[in-house]
């Protein structure tokens, strides 16, 4: 039978589909951003809506979550679903940590208004962007205890877990800020201690505790490195040191994944003394 002409044969070609390109898979670690580029609005996933900005994604896990997948709708700025994908939370496998604290540090009780105050700042959603990375140590020594660890009071489970660094430094070390920003809280409480609260810009937000004194003012705009206090104990603190967090759209997640962080050495092991021969009954010892 001989063949079709080739005229034939052109608009069966033109009429097959184009295969889309295969989508690499999403995935983000506990207490981790995962960042993509997208022309949608917000993303909606575990019950979370985020905006979008600038064409950049970023989708923080909580260290809660629990680990599998679930469904990630991107969304038009009217609410209509764009786009649906899988989200992959891995497991980060956080560790328990103890804290001993002093009965008086335990009973402290939150000022007035102060969490509520806190909360308000960790939510702040502004469209402009200060930051750029990678952010900066705060202040130089290493860290003594890390984010996401299971807390435990004087051997007693809080049932909360780090939601920053500590990071060791002397009273009265300068604490800088990690990036550019908007100083918006700066106060005095009993838990924070003294504390001042960083603003970033779409939604990225930084908090400092515990300092012996405060240098920042609600307002400032500062840059990256600008001294923002120093290095104290006050609120719920067992010594000095700087505790920071880092929120991204409302959620603790992990500074070391932004900064240049180290953690502090663990400490040797005691070294075992060689066991030395008892003297027979009678023997005299030598005198060296």
Known sequence: MPSAPSSFLLPLLVLLPSLAPAQAPLSVKQGEVLRFSSTAAFAHVLD??????DGTALIPSAVIDKPGDYPLELLSK??????TRTLTVLDAHYLTQNVALSKEVVELKPSP??????????KLETPVKHWSEP???PVPGCINSPFGVQRYQNGK????YHAGVDQRGPTGKPIAAAAAGTVRMVRSYNIHGNVVGV???QGVVSIYLHMSKIAAHEGDEVKAGDTLGYVGMTGRANGPHLHWSLYVHSIAVN????????ACAAASPAKKQPLRKRPAPGTKRRQG
């Open 135 to 137: 952010f900066l140590a």
């Open 255 to 262: 500074p070391t994944k932004w900064a240049p962080l180290t």
């Open 78 to 83: 009217d609410g209509k679903i764009l786009e």
């Open 48 to 53: 979370r809506r985020f905006p979008i900005y």
């Open 113 to 122: 208004g102060e969490m509520e105050t806190v909360n308000a700042l960790k």
């Open 157 to 160: 489970p809080t049932g909360n």
């Open 199 to 201: 603003d970033h810009g």
